[in-house]
């Protein structure tokens, strides 16, 4: 059974919470602008600012589960000059803006512990709490479930076919992924450890390139 945190476990994860969900929906918007898309900025959504970006109920699952998601981001895939391939390069830019931001986090806890630059267990904690919700957050929107980003990431290699079971069985995926994350928060962890394993090696090897 998954342990629920602590107060201030919980208390201290959320500055890292939205910060990582801000650079995650606002990767999707600046990657959909780039494609030609300005619906995304138009609703204030390329910003750093968590306001625009928090969804409580999702807000809520990840600081307590290490699961959740945020507001997504609405586009106009008609403005890309493939529909197709823009949706899932958009969709891709989340989880790799999370990555991004867990390597630096990474690497600036790597030089707190080598030259103890901070002594305030406090703040060390809530560093970390940052890494591992950006590591989190990605993991968790890799998945291939609609309506998650890992569903529409396959749309850059998929045939047309997939773009239309998609759409008609986005509701269902929705249903399944909201019981498994309050009712069975396990079964997740389970099928999550394949690409957890991964992407923290991956994070691993990139900070020890830094002396």
């Known amino acids: 059974m998954m342990a629920v945190p602590s107060i201030i476990t919980m208390l201290l994860r959320i500055p890292g919470l939205l910060f990582a969900i801000s650079v995650h929906e606002s990767a999707h918007g600046l990657v959909a602008y780039l494609q030609g898309d300005d619906l995304p900025k138009r609703q204030g959504r390329i910003t750093l600012n968590p306001l625009p970006h928090i ?119 929705q249903i399944i992924l909201i019981a498994c994350i309050f009712f069975a928060p396990f079964l997740l962890s389970y099928v999550l450890q394949p690409i957890a394993y991964f992407i923290f090696n991956f994070i691993d090897f990139i900070v020890m390139l830094f002396p």
Request: charged content about 15%; aromatic content about 16%; proline content about 7%.
């Open 55 to 173: 969804d409580l109920f999702g807000a809520i699952a990840l600081i307590l589960f290490g699961f959740g998601w945020a507001k997504p981001v609405v586009t106009d895939p008609t403005r890309y000059r493939n529909p197709k391939v823009g949706m899932g390069l958009t969709a891709l830019a989340g989880p790799v803006a999370n990555i991004l931001s867990a390597i630096v986090f990474a690497i600036v806890l790597k030089y707190i512990d080598k030259y103890n630059l901070i002594t305030n267990r406090y703040l060390q904690i809530m560093i970390q709490e940052a890494y591992l919700i950006n590591v989190y957050l990605a993991i968790f929107n890799l998945l291939p479930i609609p309506p998650l980003d890992g569903s529409k990431i396959l749309f850059i290699f998929a045939p047309n076919r997939y773009v239309e079971f998609y759409y008609r069985y986005e509701v269902v995926g």
